[in-house]
């Protein structure tokens, strides 16, 4: 099979919000009167990301999950996408499940696949994403304020213990790790949150590197510091796994994918109902105050310390 | 060095021309009223598409070329960019140069890096290009008619001799070395020549597969067919090059990144004027027939067979 019949068979899907898509050297997309453009890129390596033998219809969910949840953190509407592969093989059957599992997830959100580029390399998926928003009312890291509340969505270290899970770290009881697993393997991006907040929430990002360190993102932003009650967090039942490494993936556990915002005290009812019309739970972990850095207290008061704050690529 | 220092530190720049930049979840953009986005995406591997050893500076550069001429093809006008960067470590003097060569680039076209992501992993560069069109007006591989002249930027096969040279495989003399290693390791897109055939071309692509395959786009998206005079095509001089390599550079190398294009017969003085204006030869090599596939032939009207047709990555 060619790189071309490849692309054609399993890349090439009818853009009808496109003026041109996938097959010339660029595709043309006109965005509506009075938005803005969204655009984010993330890649994938195999090894760093996602383990070799990933079933390839759950890393094509998640190849575009990941890039989604970067416009739900600014309030976007999904509407294209580029994928660019590189890959060690044409093997038909892993192109036939990782596209299926990309076009799935894409047709949930109306996003439509414009372009992208197919090399033979080392298994690599690097998506770029772009979406709509409205002129001025993208959801910014920058924007939070002294007082207002600090709200994740779903709950956190999810991912990260279903992670633990499969490297041996820690056994997780039945009920707990299917749950763990469905976060780490079928992240799902807060896409129509995102959208709703919009005119709710002063800032917000999404949670992939780790609470602390991605709030620490929002707080640098801002210029601010913040208060978290541990108890406060969602999270998965902790009986029976060693509290360092429950609170290190609940804190710095990456790869949920969930929304960290801000929003005045004067915005709770909405927030709320936000979360009954969407059913998706929405939680106020702490607080945002004008003195740098981030404290965060145990049930009886007393801080938590964690060693490492986030996942980073290079340390 | 932390991921997110390291993004500071060498991919951080202001970019005046969005409403936000670098270091959000997303950067917004504002496209000109009547103005289309063209978007196009390319991935560099290792070893793939460039020597492990090659120089980082002339590495930025590239990666970006191979983008921006995508958008050359278009007739689009390049505005920004997404950097996605997989690397086996975070080699600061590496990281310097690369940049520099990628920024030097950018610079020279007014493109503005607007986001990317940076993890560690087998050496992979992946842009996604972005620029503007006026609405209707994009250069289109399918534009093509029958008794359209087919015109090629440049000289063709350089850069595929260069790398027949690196490889040992020929031995150019020195004039012809150096311009054609100049073509290999610094292409220079044809942004300018794309803008100025808006109006003036019916199809175009950029050569980065090899003459006979992107012209081979032009025609099975048109439906039409081609001749083509060798002894017209602007060349390196093949003096002491075994012919069929030398053939073989010129038909169907790759990594030229030179524009062909197809325009009917009244527009010859214009196009003219443009290769004047811009200083860069334009050659009309043999035109567009309505039967299928294309043909080649030799000085002596004799037809040239060749056995690739043009880079395939999973041939």
């Not at 003026?19 to 993330?42: F, K, P, W, Y």
């Not at 890649?43 to 390839?56: E, M, Q, R, Y």
């Not at 999950?65 to 509407?79: I, K, T």
Request: contains cysteine.
């Amino acid at each position: 099979m060619s790189e071309f019949d490849l692309i054609k068979r399993y890349f090439t899907r009818p853009a009808p919000g496109a003026t041109l898509g996938v097959g010339d050297d660029a595709a043309l997309l006109r965005i509506a009167d009075g938005m803005e453009l969204a655009v984010s890129t993330d890649i994938l390596v195999s090894g760093t990301h996602f383990l070799p033998d990933t079933d390839p219809f759950l890393l094509g969910h998640k190849t575009l999950a990941v890039n989604l949840s970067d416009l739900a953190a600014m309030g976007a509407d999904p509407r294209w996408a580029t994928l660019a592969l590189s890959l060690p093989k044409a093997d038909e059957d892993w192109l036939q499940q990782f596209s299926a599992g990309f076009f799935a997830l894409a047709d949930e959100h109306g996003v439509e696949l414009v372009g992208g580029d197919t090399t033979r390399g080392p298994l690599n998926l690097c998506v770029a994403i772009m979406g709509e928003v409205p002129a001025g009312k993208a959801l910014r890291r920058s924007g939070a304020r002294a007082g207002d509340d600090i709200w994740v969505s779903g709950r956190l270290g999810m991912a990260a213990l279903g992670l633990a899970h499969l490297q041996g770290r820690v056994v997780l009881p039945e009920d707990t790790r299917s749950a763990c697993l469905a976060a780490l393997h079928r992240p799902q991006p807060r896409v129509a949150l995102g959208m709703a907040l919009r005119d709710i929430a002063h800032a917000a990002i999404d949670i992939s590197d780790g609470l602390l360190a991605d709030l620490g993102h929002i707080l640098e932003c801002s210029q601010l510091g913040a208060e978290i009650q541990f108890e406060l967090i969602p999270k998965a039942g902790g009986e029976g796994i060693d509290e360092v490494l429950f609170r290190q993936c609940v804190l710095a556990g990456g790869d949920d994918y969930e929304l960290c915002f801000t929003a005045s005290a004067e915005r709770r009812g909405e927030i709320e109902a936000v979360a009954g019309k969407l059913q998706l739970p929405l939680a106020r972990i702490g607080s945002i105050c004008a003195k740098q850095g981030c404290m965060v207290r145990a049930g009886d008061g007393s801080e938590i310390k964690i060693t490492e704050s986030g996942y980073d690529h290079f340390k």
